[in-house]
């Protein structure tokens, strides 16, 4: 993919307080599930990908979605949105071979008044409407946001030999989520500045980093977890199931 045919795409306006889309990412191949697609796991009845689109459908601060995913997958993506009535659902659209490029591919379905936008996992489908506006609200005066939380264990880095190489002090160490916002503008510079190197980026923030951009962190959740194993679906079920006792 081209990065020029992204920024011809785009007329970008200056940020306002109007609400911001999101681009939802599930396009990948779940290849740590065991044959199963991810996004179409059920939790509570309901599956991975309807309870994240609802999630920004629910939340006031959102405009419009663009579902980046699997060309086989579009005609299922259908017929979800409209059993479980999304209509913020403006696109949805086929992805890259990586996940930059899907972001790339979202981006350019993304309305050219738009100067932001809000970048997620489609297989984190607890994130938590105060996760989701706490990143809009930073994105009006920061380029690049992330939510993220402390991290809890000791991390050590590892050599090639798997002798410890040095142990990190925890107080300044941050496990990132997504939602992750970023000024358009912005990100398609840092992107075209990446170049051929862009798909080895693993998140969003990571290439507003290698152009130099700050990135501004705002609280995440630890339930905020992404499907990723068999065994995250057990988990999330248990986390639903703690939220109904409650």
Do not use: W
């Amino acid at each position: 993919m081209e990065l020029t045919e992204c920024k011809l795409e785009f007329s970008l306006c200056e940020e306002s307080d109007a609400a911001v889309p999101v681009i939802i990412v599930a396009a990948g191949s779940s290849s740590r599930m065991n044959g199963a697609d991810k996004q179409f796991l059920m939790l509570d009845g309901i599956p991975v990908i309807a309870r994240t689109l609802m999630a920004f459908e629910n939340n006031p601060l959102i405009s419009d979605i663009i579902l980046v995913t699997r060309e086989e997958n579009i005609p299922k993506m259908q017929l979800i949105a409209e059993r479980f009535a999304v209509r913020k659902l403006t696109d949805i659209t086929v992805g890259g071979n990586s996940r930059e490029e899907s972001v790339l591919c979202g981006l350019r379905r993304v309305g050219k008044d738009c100067g932001s936008v809000l970048i997620h996992d489609g297989a984190r489908p607890l994130v938590g409407s105060a996760v989701i506006s706490g990143v809009v609200t930073a994105l009006k005066t920061h380029p690049a946001v992330t939510c993220a939380v402390p991290v809890k264990d000791t991390i050590k880095r590892v050599g090639e030999n798997k002798t410890v190489i040095e142990t990190p002090d925890r107080s300044s160490l941050y496990a990132v989520q997504t939602p992750q916002g970023v000024h358009i503008k912005e990100y398609l510079s840092a992107a075209e500045k990446a170049g051929e190197v862009l798909s080895g980026f693993t998140d969003d923030m990571s290439v507003m980093e290698a152009a130099g951009f700050p990135v501004y962190i705002t609280d995440g959740s630890y339930k905020n977890i992404k499907i990723t194993t068999p065994e995250d679906i057990i988990l999330a079920q248990y986390m639903l199931g703690s939220e109904t006792e409650e």
